[in-house]
């Protein structure tokens, strides 16, 4: 990603990294922290091969979204809008913003509940605070100056590493875990497998990627869509294939992090129900001790900080796309009052769920099985697109993604027909 001038004090290959290592990072939210938290206290390390298997699956799907942004140079619900009729891209788009606004609250009351478990008060009063920092960080503070600061709050997830400091691990354990995984495929698992899934593969990365690379693209060298430059394709879909392989290998190592501390503690304790983030940061405090725990919980309130624009902007994209506004984290709020109000709306309704007689917590795993479930039309959709001619012309993605990415369909497809149906019998 280019720099603005005078923003040079970070490493060469950092600031090489952009969309793609926000979009890993913001993959492990407080919903898939519960998620990966309930994964391993539930099965052990039996499901830890979701993760290793996700990873090539995320990387050419989040590399097709970038793509589409970069050689169109307009997001990807725009992209569908020519591709689809539009009917079906503003029911796609309906679905992602209710699964987004479900996503923002579930956040938003792990955020609060990690800060009471640090403080001992106000998980309300503090879930109210981070709302309004976020929101206020993302309409007054442009862009470029924004994007740094989600870049160094991806550095809060090295707090799962840290926590593996603390307990003691059986590796071989670990590699029949992957290799050899022994469980049921019951209802349960399936759920938690679409869960694991949905929360690795989450729609709303999609569009985020996708109009990130639209805004990168038009702060730094100032030249339009590959479509229009093609002598920049090499080293722009370079940039993006690094970008991208980093970004979700980071995420998944950290998935795996997540799953494996829990499998190593709370599961062998013989604690399987952790049905939210806090609730796995309290578990953990007798088993790993307070270093553990205080670890644990910050890292939910730094994730959501990083998740929580990636969130409400995907949607915001999303919808402004279609409508035609003037959309853009660089643009001023007078310039794009509409873009904004999306914004607005997406967090004054997850603060919402915080006063309805709906638990907000438990929303925080069954957001991820949403996900799961609205990803596979998405999915569907984005691969239609990237194979789109018209489209992309000659940078219509490469055979290699193409496969990777309808692989990653059909199975999240095939695990949420089947998850419904052990539901259902």
């Known amino acids: 990603m280019t720099q603005p001038s005078g923003e040079t004090s970070s490493p060469p290959w950092f600031r090489r990294l952009g969309p793609g290592l926000i979009t890993g990072a913001a993959d492990d939210d407080p919903s898939g922290i519960a998620t990966y938290s309930q994964a391993g206290a539930q099965f052990g390390v039996n499901l830890l ?3 290793v298997l996700t990873y090539p699956l995320m990387t050419a799907i989040q590399s097709i979204c970038a793509r589409i942004g970069r050689v169109t140079g307009q997001g990807l619900a725009a992209n569908m809008a020519q591709v689809l009729p539009r009917w079906l891209v503003n029911l796609l788009v309906l679905l992602l913003f209710a699964a987004n606004t479900v996503n923002i609250g579930a956040n938003l009351a792990a955020m609060g509940a990690a800060a009471r478990l640090v403080v001992g008060w106000g998980d309300v009063l503090f879930a109210v605070v981070f709302a309004a920092g976020s929101l206020v960080l993302q309409v007054f503070v442009p862009y470029h100056r924004y994007v740094h600061l989600l870049k160094w709050l991806t550095l809060a997830l090295f707090a799962y590493v840290g926590v593996l400091f603390s307990v003691s691990i059986d590796w071989a354990e670990v590699a029949r875990g992957v290799l050899l995984p022994q469980f049921a495929w019951s209802a349960s698992a399936l759920t938690v497998i679409v869960a694991v899934f949905g929360t690795t593969i989450s729609p709303y990365l999609f569009f985020w990627q996708s109009a990130e690379e639209v805004e ?8 339009g869509p590959l479509l229009q430059h093609p002598a920049d394709a090499p080293a722009e879909l ?3 294939a690094l970008d991208n392989h980093v970004g ?9 992090f997540i799953m494996l501390t829990t499998a190593m503690t709370l599961h062998k304790a013989g ?4 049905e939210t983030s806090a609730q796995a940061a309290e578990a953990l405090r007798p ?12 890292g939910i309130i730094g994730t959501g900080l990083l998740a929580l624009p990636v969130l409400a902007g995907s949607a915001a994209y999303a919808v402004g796309e279609l409508r035609g506004w003037r959309i853009g984290l660089e643009q001023k709020p007078d310039n794009a009052k509409a873009f904004y109000g999306v914004i607005a709306l997406g967090f004054a309704l997850g603060l919402g769920m915080l006063f309805l007689p709906i ?6 795993f069954w957001s991820a099985v949403l996900n799961g479930v609205i990803a596979v039309p998405l999915m569907a959709a984005t691969m239609i697109v990237a194979s789109s001619r018209q489209q992309l012309g000659p940078f219509v993605a490469p055979r290699g993604q193409r496969v990777l990415g309808w692989t990653a369909t059909v199975m999240m497809a095939a695990a949420v027909l089947a998850m419904l149906a052990l539901l259902g019998s």
Do not use: Q
């Not at 990168?216 to 030249?223: E, M, P, R, T």
């Not at 307070?290 to 670890?295: G, N, T």
């Open 287 to 298: 088993i790993a001790g307070e270093f553990a725990f205080v670890l644990f919980s910050l």
């Open 359 to 364: 638990d907000p917590i438990k929303a925080l």
């Open 271 to 274: 604690i399987t129900d952790i």
């Open 216 to 223: 990168d693209a038009a702060l730094g060298s100032g030249k």
């Open 238 to 240: 370079g940039r993006i």
């Open 248 to 256: 979700m290998a980071f995420s998944n190592l950290i998935a795996f």
């Open 49 to 51: 091969w979701t993760v």
